[in-house]
């Protein structure tokens, strides 16, 4: 159990993985089937009638623990990870565009893209807990010490598949107003899946010499597995392995999107020969993204709700989590130490979406620079079993548009790892860039990300 909790810092460690991604490109007038992940309504305010992308990148790790320094120093990151009262919040996640096209035609836009998602998170976990599993076989000094938590505390991994179609119109197009809509439907493949839940956790923790039991402990406890991640967390191929599995869910985005015109500047477009180069003074939409959930079946799948209740001078030895790196050890371990009782279990299960309400808003402040804000809010619950997790964040990025070249700083604040800042660019169809690379240089950010990709518009 102790690698369960420990792998997002190793992941941390070794990999340059913020929850908005493509931080300062999504608000770009460059727009493309990135934009369109954002706001399906955006496709129509494409330069050109077609675009085809070829690849795109972002990989984000979040937290409320661990800073670069801590990485570069000397210290014991399995240490500093439970250190204070704080509960462990931690969101590693991947989104990978694979190969896509979108068309624009008079007042319709369409467009399809394939995309894989791969998810690791750490939800209210308290550090006490986890001290007491980390640091079992350490301990020299006699100490007890109770918990008492109205939360779930999560260990939670996800993996699946998209196949995107996306429909865009435009509803109002004049010399100053334009206004779209547009809807994505997305086919959901998912591929594997492991969540280990603990909710209403009480108990007392008593530490001895070399030894940490578990006493007078009563929780739901949830575990489900389905594919790959059933074996072990601690492996990163796992997550790689068995993204996209067979169909077995829908979700759909929707969106509106409305420009303010910049007449002049279209008209010097128009007398250049570079008609419709979605000029405006403003571009603001609203999304609402990821409003559906899949069924994960597999040979090995299970969802089970114990409760877990440890009475009397009864007491659970810790220590014999220690090197235990998957779901189906620990429940084995549990059941066979007789304080588990099952309540409900199910072969199939349902896992939602992290659906999110969206807005945004570019403005042109010169001919030459723009500056966005962008706002992403939840609409679930991060504790719930059967919830894949998202981040609530705002984002506000100032940015130069030479039109093939193009350079943003974003400037964002999430709840997880707070704020940090970064810096971006694009070269035609291709970008690279960060959302918190400048706060890791300076400031000890806690979060690091990485995105990069490359498209081709034509027409």
Known sequence: MKKLFLISAAL??????????????????????????????????????????????????????????????????????????????????????GPGLAIKHNKWAFGFYTKANAKLDIVDV?????????????????????????FNQRINGTTWGEFNLVLGRTFVDNVKHKINGGVTLKLLFPGSYANLGADQFT????????????????????????????????????????????????????????????????????????????????????????????????????????????????????????????????????LNSGYLTKETSNKDFKVNL???????????????????????QKMNDDNENDQITVQNSFTLTPRINLGFFEAYIPFSNSEISGFNTGIGFRLGGFYLGSGSILTALINDSKQADIYTGFRWAFL
């Open 354 to 376: 992290p659906t999110t309400i969206t807005l945004y808003a570019d403005l042109k402040i010169i001919p030459t620079l723009y500056v966005s804000g962008y706002l992403q």
């Open 203 to 334: 108990g007392t923790i008593v530490q001895t010499t070399g030894q940490a039991s578990l006493t007078q402990t009563n929780a739901m406890v949830n575990f489900s597995y389905s594919g790959s991640l059933a074996d072990s967390f601690s492996n990163f191929d796992d997550y790689t392995q068995s993204i996209f599995g067979g169909l077995n869910g829908f979700a759909g985005d929707i969106g509106l999107n409305y420009q303010l015109k910049d007449t002049k500047a279209l008209d010097n477009a128009i007398d250049k020969g570079k008609n419709n180069k979605n000029t405006y003074k403003l571009n603001a939409g609203i999304s609402i993204r990821n409003i559906g959930s899949m069924t994960f079946k597999d040979d090995n799948n299970q969802s089970t709700n114990y409760s877990l209740v440890i009475e009397g001078a009864e007491s659970l030895n810790l220590n014999q989590f220690e090197n235990v790196d998957s779901l189906q050890e620990i429940e084995t371990i549990l």
């Open 12 to 97: 941390f460690a070794i990999q340059s993985y913020s929850q908005e991604h493509f931080s300062g490109l999504n608000t770009s007038n460059r727009v493309g089937i990135i934009t369109a992940g954002m706001n399906p309504a955006e496709l129509l305010n494409m330069s050109n009638k077609f675009e085809t992308n070829i690849f795109g990148l972002s990989f984000n790790v979040a937290n409320n623990k661990i800073g670069f320094s801590d990485i570069t120093s000397d210290k014991n990151i399995e240490d500093l990870i439970f250190v204070g009262d704080e509960p462990v919040n931690m969101r590693i996640d991947a989104e990978i565009y």
């Open 126 to 150: 308290d550090t006490k807990l986890g001290d007491a599993i980390n640091n079992s076989g350490l301990s020299s000094l006699l100490s007890t010490t109770t918990i008492s938590n109205d």
